[in-house]
């Protein structure tokens, strides 16, 4: 399975066998860890395994009560500077991993922060400058869990994602790619994404949330720009996918009313 295909049976799992990946299939996550894309090299991003998932969540269960809500034998831990910029780029580079990891059979689930770093000490080393910003849980899934090929996602319509023209006059090849930016998972599937199409480009932006918002759950604006980021992942394997010769570009473009730039789908044909 390629990882167009895995975008169409990626799902938020939320229950795993209780089994652990063998260290073979370990070793295999480590190198594509190597390998991974940037879309920002020069922001300060990275990833640790955390693979005493258990122990983990014993000693987490102390500190946060309601986290043992997922469960999974392993965790990936997300790192970056504390910026807009860092949080879009853990979202990039790592769902590039979870549609792998999908590929394979391997469930995963993206989850926020609950806890102070202070908590992985005994884990996982973070480097200076950064600070954990998510997990990707990950494991063999529930037998209840399989991943099969989701028909009807329970998402918005894609013309509803679109801010400029008539999303009813979608093409079909910008349909589609549209359509895989709406099964990205988001938090608390809240979809912030909202596209602009030009020809054969593909402009990306996060829906602002209003000020009181911001205000109350600070949390919820940092995933929503991870979600950003992961959107930004599943246009480009779309693009290659469906335009072929296709990339990621900052092309800078001016935020809009009530929307943030995150940046453009391109087609080199365009």
Known sequence: MNLFDAIRRRRSVRKYSGEELSDGEIGWIEGLLEGERTYQSDVSAGAALLLEGKRFQEDLSGVVANYGKVEAPHYLVLTSEGTNKGYVEIGYRYEYLVLALTATGVGTCWIGKGFDDDVL??????????????L???????SDQTLDEIEKPHRRKAEDFVINGDGDALGDEVRR??????????????????????????HLFMRKRSGITRRFITSLSVMNRIDSGIGLCHLEVAGKKIWGDSLIENL??????????????????G
């Open 121 to 134: 000490e005994d884990y996982v080393s973070i480097p200076p400058g950064q600070t954990c910003n998510a």
């Open 136 to 142: 990707i849980a990950f494991g063999p899934p529930a």
């Open 177 to 202: 790619i549209v359509d895989c930016l709406r099964r990205a998972p988001s938090s608390i599937n809240s979809q912030p994404w909202r596209v602009g199409i030009e020809d054969y480009a593909i």
């Open 252 to 269: 800078s473009k001016r935020d809009r009313d009530g929307m943030s730039y995150i940046g453009s789908l391109v087609c080199s044909q």
